[in-house]
């Protein structure tokens, strides 16, 4: 099941972990966002009532096809019965198989904001026995809402961006998280420094697949319906655009998981028929890539 649990009981997890960064080091810090003294109008906000999602033994979603899980925003819209779904032995054992080498290190998952990296994030949460968080929740919390958070990104857009690098810099500071950064992550050097303290993984979902989530979100339109209308077009042109501009950010990520990829990869005609749990899995497969990458750099350092 999902609880929700104070930010301070993080404060008392493992911190010293080996973090992947380029070069790969050790890295042994702390770690508070209740402490934190935010930037501006954030520095009163409330981060000692932050929440966030615990380690999960399930995920509500990974069986679903992405057609269906791309309305699934939160556990508190699942249904009971569906919380109850296990990851496939394939997943868990290729979890587990990854596990020591990966030795806690977190994983930042970027790209095009959509429900399909976030039910990716939390699911591998979820087999990988860490906690998980949304950056950009964080941030919209502490801001008072999300009509709070995009006022002021309006009003004072540098104290926005201030505090998203904030939060970026408490969330690497430790390990065993699974995070999925919004654009701001990869939109300033500091922020790409702070991603380099874990794993990051590029999760790459076609454009007009998310302009259909954004539609379907404002709308009762059916999918035949969305595609012909004026807003799909708009929202399309604005979502290449803001893609493009983030396409230099994207492309520092340690590897990339394409949900078109796999589609091929499985001999899917229609992307719509890769689960949530095949993209887990890919995932898991560029981390253990990276993994063995980093053994065999540390194994060559060793002296004779």
């Known amino acids: 099941m999902s609880v929700s649990m104070s930010m301070e009981l993080i404060t008392s997890c493992n911190c010293n972990t080996l973090q992947f960064q380029r070069p790969f080091h050790a890295v042994a810090s702390s770690f508070s966002l209740s402490q934190t003294h935010f930037p501006h109008s954030l520095s009163t906000r409330n981060y000692h009532t932050l929440r966030f999602h615990p380690p999960l033994p399930t995920s509500p979603s990974h069986t679903q096809s992405l057609s269906t899980t791309c309305s699934v925003a939160n556990d508190s819209t699942l249904n009971p019965e569906t919380k109850e779904l296990e990851p496939s032995l394939a997943l868990k054992k290729k979890a587990m198989d990854i596990a020591p080498d990966l030795k806690g290190t977190s994983i930042f998952l970027v790209g095009m904001k959509s429900s399909i990296k976030t039910s990716l994030g939390k699911l591998l949460a979820g087999v990988l026995r860490y906690y998980y968080f949304d950056s950009d929740g964080l941030v919209e919390e502490a801001a008072g809402g999300e009509s709070a958070a995009k006022s002021l990104k309006e009003s004072d857009e540098k104290a926005f961006c201030e505090s998203e690098t904030e939060v970026l810099k408490q969330l690497s500071s430790m390990g065993r998280l699974v995070i999925c950064a919004g654009d701001g992550a990869v939109q300033s050097s500091t922020n790409l420094a702070f991603l380099r303290h874990g794993i990051s993984i590029c999760v790459d979902v076609p454009l007009d697949m998310v302009a259909r989530e954004v539609i379907k979100d404002q709308s009762q339109l059916s999918d035949s319906e969305i595609y012909t209308s004026e807003a799909y ?72």
């Open 233 to 304: 077009s708009e929202v399309l042109t604005q979502l290449i655009a803001l893609h493009e501009e983030m396409r230099g950010g994207y492309g520092t990520a340690d590897a990339t998981v394409s949900l078109q990829k796999a589609a091929t990869q499985l001999g899917y005609d229609d992307m719509d028929a890769v689960t949530i749990e095949d993209m887990t899995l890919e995932v898991l497969k560029e981390i253990e890539k990276l993994t063995r990458v980093k053994k065999l750099m540390e194994e060559a350092a060793r002296p004779f």
